[in-house]
Nanobody, 117 residues
Framework: QVQLVESGGDLVQPGGSLRLSCAASGSTNSIGARGWYRQAPGKQRELVATIGSGGGTYYADSVKGRFTISRDSAKKMIYLQMNSLRREDTAVYFC???????????WGQGTQVTVSS
């Protein structure tokens, strides 16, 4: 099993930046892909960015060029650097990890990001 804990959410003005962190513990050596998702009030949870076990990344069109996903070499931490934040980026951001080979998904509890002046 894997436990995920997000941090870094905050209130920020439009145009500002934040960096989210997600710490993994437990069976971290079995983690494959990891990613960030978000859920705004009244909306479904949506994919923001993913990073594969080989380091390949994928971004939702809405965040391309503004957000960057990265991880440390031990795969225990992933990060989401968010620049040029917009009001529509306001959401609870969740970290997700896929455990191999079972493909079981694990989620963190989420961290609130609010973009407002």
């Amino acid at each position: 099993q894997v436990q995920l804990v997000e941090s870094g959410g905050d209130l920020v003005q439009p145009g500002g930046s934040l960096r989210l962190s997600c710490a993994a513990s437990g069976s971290t050596n079995s983690i494959g892909a990891r990613g960030w998702y978000r859920q705004a009030p009244g909306k479904q949870r949506e994919l923001v960015a993913t990073i594969g076990s080989g380091g390949g990344t994928y971004y939702a069109d809405s965040v391309k060029g503004r957000f960057t996903i990265s991880r440390d070499s031990a795969k225990k931490m992933i990060y989401l650097q968010m620049n040029s934040l917009r009001r529509e980026d306001t959401a609870v951001y969740f970290c997700k990890a896929i455990l191999m080979p079972s493909l079981t998904a694990y989620w963190g509890q989420g961290t609130q990001v609010t973009v407002s002046s």
